[in-house]
């Protein structure tokens, strides 16, 4: 006995009939019933559970097929209730033009068979309700897909941000092609993957975007790749990687320049074969993703280094965009503070000495940087009870028009020497390497600050995807550059366990 | 000799056309389609002969369309042969009565075999075929099909409830069964079966026809008294008898009226 | 324009409680197809009724069949003087038909299609195999309204009825004499003899009534109504001529008359020689000017 209950609205203008059915499903439907058009559509405009409608071919005690003129009018108006035509007539023709005009299903009354007829109401009922859940959950990812690339927006008007705009739209149009993005942390690396992906080919199908230095290597392959049941501790069952995921979409490969060799390899045969294999798996599986990368680090130097195949490089460079620093389009700083305090018209917003200081900074770490000065300034004016932001609410580093890292930027980041130490201070980065960390670390912290040491907050502003990436990367520089950390209270009160100055 | 069957069709062959038969190499044998053995006959068969028109149900009926439909599966290399009283009946098969001595022995061998019969010019009589489709047509006072579904669908109904879900009787009469009025339909059944069931004593289906007859003989009585009495129901026997004449009723259909759907064909 | 149809039956309505009136037609396509009872005996007043009742109602092209009972009066002389109304060109076709005694097609016990019931209703309760069946052409009676079907089948059966009664009796005449065969010539006064014997009585009387021979409440007419009513069929051809011409013109009246005279000389009289094929030919040639289906499905 099924305990579904649907609802069904029989049409038909023989009332013994409705008395029949209702009887024999009683104990597995509800039923309704009209007995001509203006009764069915009565029903309709004042009920709107049912779940399907059985419908009579004739109608009426003509010969003509009133009920089959009905079926358009129905599907159109209303699209979710599925239709079975009840007929006497069994000529092919009209069961064909009836199935044709929408009706699901066909059932004749010269035979009916209980079991029959129950299954095929459950099944157009159910297959019609599993298209309306598919038709509703794509709606939901292409909204949700909107959102993302809305939250996403790829801003700007200088003539660099144009030309990658025209080539990013090109290259969209090859959809297999390899691209690499490089440009300084912060310069909208993953704003650029997206827009070559809501303007290409692959739109309709996954972005999925990775920060490859977030996750421990550890599981570093088995995130990308997947896994099968059992092939190491803890691994409880079957999981899909992020390559699995993005198949027919793209994947988008973030700091690409802290893969160690296992990850380069795989990636190279995937690059080369179109196949990967899931950890402690022995199949291949063969997808179909777009690989876009994008790394801030000098790839051909770590080629040279031996720390980066150049197999490897060969394949991520077929089409290489470089986004500029902030810096070098100035022009697009009004643009993008519009887009973050949300008003075009930034006199509403800041004064013209806050303006001003916002656009001769020198943004080291360009949008990200200037997104979240946009939020400290925001959280300032408003302590401070301010209408307008002024000079006085913007992060200090600005007013002072020096960054906390001092920039020591010697030609391109990508493709540059590693560039001669700085003098040194506490603060003062011996190295790229250091130098970024402590951008990231002011990040953090700063952040930490703000969301009021709520890690799950931060992690997702920094774009992480939970608390363990972030703790992770914590480590990590703790690990590499123990030194800095002295900057850093919140970062050190708020994790411990790992700083241990 | 060649063995050529001769159906009268209600009517009485003169004796000449046996004699002529007989002088062309012919031998002329009566078949009576009440027998269910009568097919057998086609084996060995040179030719059928159908007396055209037909008569019963007082009018003359033209069973032909029937005839051919039947033997293009059942013997197609036979030849079917009208032989009536008009004059001007254009097809090569056809037979004047009044004109035996026209035809030689060569015309036999000019006769088209049913499997390649040219299209037939129109008949006179009933047109059985079209009385045939009626029969079945899913709509309409006419079809005898329809009223029989109706009251199958009741007792399926019915039976359902009794053996499956255990429903007293008293309740399922009361709810399905009484308010169907089977007594009322079974003689709407029995009014457009004698409408019917005389037109077809001189075709292939005439046997299949009796059986059905016989077979609701059986459910007459129950029936008649609307449906009251719950034991054939229980035990199958009401149902079993319907489901057979459906089937029996289906097998004519398939191979007389153009192909229908049918999502249950059993 | 679909022409109005009406059927009038002249029958004993009032008997039956049904009484006199219109009934209409529920799911004709044809909206203004009725059925007209009235109770009137034969009379001057009931020819004055039918006049004005025929003349109404073949308006504006619309045609109408009149049926009247036998037991009220009715035999052919009226039959004539109805289907001779002077109407013009603007008034449909009228058709007359004398029923009686449930041996017409309009009678459910001869047809389950049919109109009629027993006296005065349009239900019959026949017994078929034993068992009692009833038959209705009433689809509600409280809307005074009859099935299409049936009014349908009657109107086509008596639209065909003069050509499938001929048909009919030459099959069965040339059956008959088709027995004699090789034989196709008889010699005069040989068919005669043939018609004469009993087992052909019920042809010879049909030749008869074909050719105008059998007078209103004779013998002969009598026993040809117990024929028709022993196998319920109608036999007789109440004034075959006058039917012919006015519903199929005067070629087809003159094709009867040449028949007819062949038959009163050779076949039914020691005229002449009987040729089997002549009769045959001068059957088909009536047939040819009677246009129309000899039977509907």
Known sequence: MSSKNYHILIVDDDTEFHQQIRYAFRRQFLFSGAVNEQQLFQKLEEESDFDLLLLDLVLDDTEAKKGLDLIPQVVSQYPELPVIIVTGDRSIDTVVTAMKLGAKNFLVKDDFDFDYWEQRFTEVIEGSKLKQENRELRAEVDRRRALENEAYPFIGESPQIKEIKRILKLVSEEPDVTVLITGETGTGKEVAARYLHAHGARSKGAFQAVNLSAIQDTLLESTLFGHKKGAFTGASRDMEGYFSQANHGILMLDEIGDIDQNIQIKLLRFLETKLIRPVGSDQDIHLDVQVVTATHRDLSAAVQQGRFRADLFQRLKAMVIELPPLRARRDDIPLLLGHYFQEPDLSKVMTEGALEAMLEYSWIGNIRELKNAVSYAQLRARIQDKKLIDERCLPVEILNSEPIIPVVMQGNPAGGEMGAAPAASPASPKNIDEEHALIDLDRIEKLLIQKNKVKKDVAIAIGLENTDNLRYRIKKHFDKHPHLFANFPTISQSYRRIVKL | ?266 | MIKARTIVVVWSWNRSGLGEGEWHIAGSNHIEDRVVCLDRPASPNALDTLTEVLTDYSRDGGEVMLFLHRHHGYFQDHLKSLIHLPLDDSHGQVQCFLFGEGADEIYLTSNARGLLGTSGTFTANMIFEGQQVESSAIASGERRELKASHFNYVWQAYRQALRRRIYELKEDVLATLAQALPDTVFAPGEVYQVLNLPVNRVLLLRLLSFVGRIRKHSDLAREIRTFERNSNRTLTFDDCGIQLETTHGQAAAEQHAVLAAYILRNVLAKGGEVSILELREKFEELLLQISGLTYHS
């Open chain 2, 1 to 266: 000799m060649r063995i050529v069957l001769l159906v009268e069709g209600g009517r009485r062959a003169p004796q000449a056309l046996f004699t002529q038969c007989a002088e062309w190499g012919i031998e002329l044998q009566r078949i009576n389609l009440e027998q269910d053995d009568w097919t057998n006959e086609l084996e060995k068969a040179y030719g059928l002969m159908l007396m055209l028109p037909t008569w019963g149900a007082n009018a003359y009926l033209s069973p032909v369309a029937l005839w051919q439909q039947y033997l293009q599966k059942a013997a197609p290399d036979i030849r079917l042969i009208m032989a009536s009283f008009q004059s001007d009946f254009q097809h090569s098969n056809h037979l004047d009565i009044l004109r035996l001595t026209d035809y030689s022995t060569s015309w036999w061998e000019q006769c088209q075999l049913v499997g390649h019969m040219e299209e037939l010019p129109p008949l006179i009589g009933v047109d059985l075929s079209e009385k045939l489709s009626r029969f079945f047509a899913g709509h309409g006072q006419d079809s005898i099909v329809a009223v029989l579904s109706r009251i199958r669908l009741v007792v399926q109904m019915a039976s359902r409830e009794l053996s499956k879900m255990d429903t007293p009787y008293d309740e399922i009469y009361r709810d399905l069964v009484e308010p169907a009025e089977l007594a009322q339909k079974w003689r709407e059944w029995r009014n457009r079966w004698i409408n019917y069931y005389p037109l077809f004593e001189h075709t292939p289906i005439a046997t299949r026809l009796k059986q059905i007859a016989k077979q609701t003989d059986g459910v007459e009585a129950w029936m008649a008294a609307g449906g009251k009495d719950e034991e054939p129901l229980r035990d199958g026997s009401i149902l079993q008898v319907l489901n057979e004449v459906r089937t029996r009723l289906q097998q004519i259909e398939n191979q007389y009226v153009v192909q229908k759907l049918s999502h249950t064909y059993r």
